[in-house]
């Protein structure tokens, strides 16, 4: 038995976004993205993609992002394995491998540490860009350094290593010429008014910033400074509305100076690069 895909989009057009439905046909088909959009009717289904389309567009009625359903999300130049026990990463994280780019020549050769590596997509994409560089990626979940792990492997990535280690019990002799790090930035109070493909499929813990959300900031601050070089080791993170202000009063007491401030898509204050000065 065939059945039209074309039909099959139609039929569930009015409960989900277009887009949604051609990345799941997409993941089915084994087809590109753009060719499903081209040649919706031309193409058929037989029973078995049938049956996974539609257990998927059930999913996606659900609320459970499109990533977490084919288990890909696209980030920077590179596609990564992502699942329930890893943040979805962002366009917005993107703006963190630019600013990298804008400090660091490709062939240079530095140190850098990723703060709550989740699924690796920062670490490894900076390994990509850099491949004289050597990085470490830490996080307190030895399930989303798993899936690190599979993305590592997957992007034939030989210049990072991965650590399960909460920060606050990260020591090293090292010293890192860059931090970089999207630590947990949303208001405890806050989770509960998220979208639900965020609440109920993002790791709680990569989404809560405390009461105050700058519980990461704060605590960060202080222990970064002694894992960065003397006189120059860069700091870039990603931050959350409204924080801009916050967050560079806690990092001036400690010592850093701020380079530069980048606003998203939204002209929202999105990253901030700062540099070690004392």
């Known amino acids: 038995m065939l059945i039209q895909l074309k039909d099959v989009l139609k039929q569930y057009?009015?409960?989900?976004?277009?887009?949604?439905?051609?990345?799941?046909?997409?993941?089915?088909?084994n087809i590109e993205y753009e060719k499903i959009i081209l040649e919706k009717g031309e193409l058929y289904l037989n029973y078995q993609e049938y049956k996974q389309l539609s257990s998927f567009i059930n999913r996606l009625k659900l609320c459970?992002?499109?990533?977490?359903?084919?288990?890909?999300?696209k980030f920077w130049k590179y596609s990564f394995f992502v699942n329930k026990d890893v943040l979805d990463p962002r366009p917005e994280s993107e703006t963190i491998i630019e600013s990298v780019l804008n400090i660091f020549s490709k062939d240079d050769s530095f140190y850098f540490l990723d703060i709550g590596t989740g699924s690796g997509c920062l670490s490894l994409s900076?390994?990509?860009?850099?491949?004289?560089?050597?990085?470490?990626?830490?996080?307190?979940?030895?399930?989303?350094?798993?899936?690190?792990?599979?993305?590592?492997?997957?992007?034939?990535?030989?210049?990072?290593?991965?650590?399960?280690?909460?920060?606050?019990?990260?020591?090293?002799?090292?010293?890192?010429?860059?931090?970089?790090?999207?630590?947990?930035?949303?208001?405890?109070?806050d989770i509960e008014k998220l979208e639900n493909n965020v609440k109920y499929y993002d790791p709680f813990i990569a989404l809560d910033g405390g009461k105050s959300g700058l519980e990461a900031y704060k605590q960060l601050a202080p222990l970064m400074k002694q894992w960065l070089i003397p006189n120059g080791g860069i700091v870039i993170l990603e931050i959350g509305i409204n924080q801009l202000n916050d967050i560079n009063r806690i990092f001036s007491i400690q010592g850093y100076d701020i380079l530069n401030v980048i606003n998203d898509l939204q002209n929202i204050p999105r990253v901030i690069v700062f540099k070690k000065s004392i």
Do not use: M
Not at 16 to 25: D, F, G, R
Not at 64 to 73: A, D, M, Q
Not at 157 to 180: A, G, M, P, R
């Open 13 to 29: 057009s009015q409960d989900c976004s277009l887009k949604e439905l051609y990345l799941l046909a997409s993941h089915v088909k």
């Open 64 to 73: 459970e992002p499109v990533s977490k359903i084919t288990g890909k999300r």
């Open 126 to 189: 900076i390994a990509k860009e850099f491949p004289n560089s050597q990085g470490l990626g830490i996080d307190v979940s030895n399930k989303a350094i798993a899936v690190a792990e599979i993305n590592k492997k997957k992007l034939g990535v030989s210049n990072v290593c991965l650590k399960q280690i909460e920060w606050s019990n990260f020591h090293t002799d090292k010293k890192f010429n860059l931090i970089v790090t999207n630590p947990p930035y949303i208001k405890t109070s």
